[in-house]
DNA sequence: TAGGCCATCTGGTCCT
DNA sequence: AGGACCAGATGGCCTA
């Protein structure tokens, strides 16, 4: 953060390579045809050259910084909403922060848990009785991108249906309740609050 | 020290 | 033309 600054100035001088007009930055650039050693005589069509050579990366340089800042404002604006998702998100206060990409599959599977709630609130609500069974995690592999984060894990979860196998009438062990692929690749808190979610409603719904 | 995460820069592409 | 978005590259910081 606080070299950001600093950064963005040296970075910017170095402006590495741009274009066929780039190639006159500096003293030693001038192309590939006269060597570094001109004679003399070159030296006033460097000047006029370079007059317009150097107001041009001027521009650039202008227009890059502006680039980046916009580019800089962006990122933090996509940080503070991730920052936002993990307001909402349950947490215990001695956790460490999520990263961003912990964020995004707890909120995904967080939102799944919720729904899978609800659906089976109204459904008992309805007739009453045995919860359902839980449905499968929404499949990461669904859409290209979500699948390559999930499967990042090393586990085949685009390729298994991932349902609760036991029988939700005696939740023994409260990791039946959940699909594997909802709770793979998570810290401890997350799986717990995700198996108190569904021990909290087998508790109130059975 | 290696690996993970992050912020930033940068050039390309697409859209308005 | 300028801005938004994206992905690759790079370097810093932190932790096991």
């Known amino acids: 953060m606080d070299s950001v600054f600093s950064d963005t100035d040296t970075s910017c001088d170095l402006f590495p390579h741009t274009d066929d007009e780039d190639s006159v930055r500096g003293s030693s650039m001038r192309g590939a045809s006269p060597p570094p050693d001109q004679p003399q005589q070159q030296k006033k069509r460097r000047r ?38 993990r307001g909402v998100l349950p947490a215990f206060p001695d956790e460490t922060k ?14 799944w848990a919720l729904s899978e709630t609800i659906r089976i609130a109204d459904l008992q609500a309805g007739r009453g009785g ?33 349902y609760c196998a036991s029988s939700p009438g005696s939740p023994a062990a409260p990791d039946d309740l959940l699909p594997r692929d909802a709770l793979f690749g998570f810290r401890s808190f997350e799986k717990n609050v995700l198996l108190h979610l569904f021990v909290s409603q087998f508790v109130f719904y059975s």
């Open 48 to 85: 006029g050259r370079g007059r317009s050579d150097v107001s041009a990366q001027v521009v650039k340089k202008s227009r890059r910084l502006k680039a980046n800042d916009r580019e800089r404002n962006r990122m933090h604006n996509l940080n503070d909403a991730l920052d936002a998702l």
């Open 130 to 162: 045995e919860p359902p069974p839980l449905r499968p995690a929404p499949s990461p592999a669904s859409d290209g991108s979500a699948g390559r984060c999930w499967s990042s894990g090393g586990s085949s979860s685009s390729s298994s249906p991932a």
């Open 98 to 111: 999520l990263t961003k990409i912990e964020t995004l599959r707890f909120a995904h599977n967080y939102i």
